[in-house]
């Protein structure tokens, strides 16, 4: 059974997936590691981030890899394990430029519905998956919330581990990156036709992983 659960950067969704996840039993698959780690490689390499034919040189020359075994799996990238470099600034920003080249997209995807065959039992989470990655998913979430929720969000994250951040800063960045993200041509982030979309802005963490966990154990 895959679940798929899309949306906008500060919805949550990253934890709400591997909650859900834990709650199930199920495997956990972040496909933002995915673009991430390409971007991470692309620096060490001191690719042009600008330049999608580099971009895509460096994505087909290098090894994405889960070890499935961690809870979260570890995300292991030419078999070094380099998950706790994943969400830095820098790798942030250069996984927005690798997400938007096609052909990176199209490995990505092809490498996702293998995971999907290979482990059966997921919770997928990122921006394309109910649309273009698993369309015949069972479950299918998009969550939401306001851009200013998000922000404060975001805010208190980095300030959570000492960055010091401009709050108005956080907040163009996001509105600038939903656009982006909606407005790439291939895999936008779009709200797949048979989603169930959750505002949560006013929800808790948990009250949003009660809500999928219960839903699925209604209906699955
Ligand atoms: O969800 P995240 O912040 O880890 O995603 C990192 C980047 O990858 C972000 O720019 C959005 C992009 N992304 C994507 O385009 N498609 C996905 N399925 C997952 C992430």
Redesign the pocket.
């Known amino acids: 059974m895959i679940i798929t659960i ?1 949306g906008p ?1 500060g919805t949550g ?2 934890s709400v997936a591997q909650l859900v996840a834990q709650r199930l039993g199920f495997d956990f698959l ?7 780690a390409i ?1 991470l490689e692309a620096l060490r390499r001191q690719a042009s981030l600008e330049d999608r034919r580099e971009l895509t040189f460096v994505a087909q020359h290098l090894r994405i890899e889960f070890d499935w075994e961690k809870r979260p799996p570890a995300v292991k990238l030419n078999g070094e394990v380099v998950t706790h470099l ?2 830095s600034g820098e790798a ?1 920003r250069a ?2 430029y ?2 938007v080249v096609p052909a990176i ?1 199209e490995l ?1 995807v092809r490498q ?1 519905q293998q995971i999907g065959r290979e482990r059966p039992n997921l919770v997928t ?5 109910g649309t273009v ?1 698993f369309p015949k998913a069972e479950f299918k979430y998009y969550l939401d919330a306001r851009p200013e929720e998000r922000a404060r969000r975001r805010t208190a994250q980095l300030r959570a581990r000492g960055e010091i951040v401009d709050p108005a800063e956080i907040l163009n960045q996001i509105l600038a ?1 939903d656009q ?2 909606r407005e ?1 041509e291939v ?1 936008p ?1 779009a709200i797949p036709r048979d989603a169930r979309i959750i505002d949560t802005t006013a929800l808790s963490q948990s009250d949003v992983v009660e809500r999928i966990v219960a839903e699925v154990k209604r209906r699955g």
């Open positions: 899309d950067a969704k990253s972040d496909t933002g590691a995915m673009y991430r971007g994943l969400r942030t996984a927005s690798v997400a997209r990505l996702q989470e990122g921006r394309d998956q990655v990156r982006r993200d790439r895999g982030l």
